[in-house]
Structure formats: structure tokens, C-alpha cells
């Protein structure tokens, strides 16, 4: 049940969808020559049985049945971004796309898995029109006016999942920020806290830099909705040092749990005067939406 009314009306409402994880498994032993190993094995153990891509059109209509003028995808479309991957991707962006809502989308750190898919341009060549063509850090409008800043934190890396946003990104953000009116909406692929009350991250799976930014965002004073994905559970927190700023991350859109008995979610997002509301959008034997409301962040002794 909805904690409050539906009134006031949203500036903007937007669907905030993350880590689809279209795979393949790769079968010719010459791709596998690189980190693309690990991520097939990943494929073969987990993600062929977890992630239900077959099922990624019957969100996409469900999602269009709500109505959404924006759909924001924060990365992670791939497992190991392989061309038949993008593929799918691609196809599925556009397919939703058609049906209503505007989509922008970033890159996940699984969609420049490998040097090689980088030096390819890959993601570039098969999400022309779908990822942003300018340099990321970006500023879009949503319909209603509200800000939405899109923030580069991907990298290839020989082994890990480590994501990283230098100075230079930071203090462009940052401009970006204190130019725009709030309260306003600033998206990337990883999370800015390590551990909240939804997920835990390892060393491996971070974000350098991630402090930076999070201080960064903090100090312009603005009202801020932090929205990532990566950690492939919902949350969503009041910032403990900034009490302007808050932190969502979205559950993986077709990732079925077996103990949850859940088979994906995604979330809903109102832009409000004077702040967001947040709605978690979640697949059992039937869609359900439920208000969630941001729970206080405990910094981690990391
Ligand atoms: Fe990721
Ligand atoms: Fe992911």
C-alpha cells in the first residue's frame, strides 16, 4: 500500500530500469583470450538461470502500459559485450522506444567489459541514437524542466569490476550541478555508498573516486536524487553527511531470486517541488508497487 496520496502531481515521472544483462554464451575459444573467460564462466554458472532476457518484451510493454515519458537505463544491457549481446540490447531499447517513452541510457561497466570491445567501439556503433552522442558529463531536461545529469564511471579492466570518475569528472559534474535548478536528478552506472541497507560491494566491484563525487554533489547544496545501478538490489537512502542528497539503486530488471520469489523490478521515480518520491516496481506472480520511503544511511567502517 502507497504510505501517502498521490497528490501533489509530479513535476516529472520517470521509470529507472538497470542491468538487463542480454548474454551469449561464447563458444569460439579465440574470444574467450581475455577477461571475456571469466564473464562466459559467469554466464554458464548464473546468468543463463537468473537472467530471463526472454521475458525483457513483456516488461517493455508493461512499462509502456504505465506511461512513463522517460525511461532511464543506467547500464549493463551486456554480459561481456559481445555483438550478438548489443544486439538484443539494441533491439530492446528500440522496441521500447516505440512504444511511448523517451529512453536514455548509459553504459555499464559490462558493456566495455573488454579492451577489445572498447577499441571496437562496440556500444557506439550499436547504440547509435541511444547512448548519449556529447561527452559524458551531460545535462538532459525531462518534460516537466527537471535536471537530469548523466555521469561517465565506466572502464575496462583486465580483471576486476571497478569503475572509476576522475577529478576532471568530478568537477564538471559538479559545474553542471550548480548551474542546473533543483531538485534534480544525477544518474551513473555504479553506487556512490559502499554498503547501505539493500546491498554489500567488495573492493573489486567499486567505484574510485565514488567519495569524491558523493562530497562533490553534497557541497553544491542542491536537492539530488543519486540513481545507479550495479548492485542488482534496491535501495534507497538519506546520505548521512549531506541532507540534500539522496541514494537509489535498482534491482536488475529480469533477474529472477529464487528465495524472494521475485522475477525483476525496476522503479518509478516523481520529481516533486520539493523533493522525489520513489516507487519500487516489483515482478512476483504479478506486478506490485509500493512507496518506499529513504532510510538513513549508516556509513560502513570500510
Ligand atoms: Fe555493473
Ligand atoms: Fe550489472
Redesign the pocket.
Same mark, same amino acid.
Do not use: F, K, R
Given at each position: 500500500m502507497d504510505a501517502r496520496p498521490e497528490t501533489p502531481e509530479p513535476v516529472d515521472r520517470l521509470c529507472h530500469i538497470a $542491468?538487463v544483462h542480454f548474454w551469449t554464451v561464447e563458444r569460439n575459444p579465440l574470444r574467450l583470450l581475455n577477461k571475456r573467460f571469466l564473464g562466459n564462466l559467469n554466464v554458464l554458472l548464473r546468468r543463463r538461470r537468473e537472467y530471463r532476457t526472454e521475458i525483457v518484451d513483456a516488461y517493455a510493454d508493461h512499462v509502456a502500459e504505465l506511461a512513463f515519458p522517460i525511461v532511464l537505463q543506467t !547500464? $549493463?544491457l551486456t554480459s561481456t559485450a559481445l555483438d550478438d549481446e548489443f544486439l538484443r540490447a539494441a533491439r530492446f531499447l528500440r522496441r521500447l522506444r516505440d512504444l511511448g517513452p523517451d529512453v536514455i541510457a548509459i553504459p !555499464?561497466? @559490462?558493456d566495455v567489459y573488454t579492451f577489445e570491445s572498447v577499441r571496437k567501439r562496440r556500444i557506439a556503433r550499436h547504440l547509435d541514437g541511444l547512448i548519449p552522442a556529447d561527452d559524458l558529463p551531460a545535462r538532459r531536461t525531462l518534460p516537466g524542466g527537471t535536471p537530469l545529469i548523466l555521469v561517465p564511471t565506466v572502464r575496462p579492466n583486465i580483471l576486476s569490476?571497478r569503475g572509476e570518475v576522475d577529478a576532471d569528472t568530478v568537477a564538471k559534474t559538479r559545474a553542471l550541478v550548480e548551474a542546473a535548478p533543483d531538485p534534480l536528478i544525477v544518474a551513473g @552506472?555504479y553506487p556512490l555508498l559502499t554498503t547501505t541497507h539493500g546491498y554489500a560491494t567488495s573492493w573489486s566491484r567499486r567505484l574510485i573516486g565514488a567519495d569524491r563525487l558523493r562530497d562533490a554533489l553534497g557541497a553544491t547544496g542542491k536537492r539530488i536524487l543519486y540513481v545507479c545501478? @550495479?548492485v542488482h538490489r534496491f535501495s534507497y537512502e538519506q546520505d548521512d553527511r549531506w541532507p540534500n542528497l539522496q541514494h537509489l539503486s535498482t534491482a536488475a530488471l529480469v533477474q529472477r531470486r529464487p528465495r524472494q520469489q521475485t522475477d525483476g523490478a525496476f522503479t518509478e521515480i516523481h520529481a516533486i517541488p520539493d523533493g522525489f518520491r520513489v516507487f519500487q516496481h516489483v515482478r512476483a506472480a504479478a506486478w506490485s508497487r509500493t512507496e518506499a520511503a529513504p532510510r538513513p544511511h549508516v556509513p560502513d567502517a570500510t
Open positions: $542491468d !547500464g $549493463d !555499464g561497466n @559490462h569490476s @552506472h545501478g @550495479h
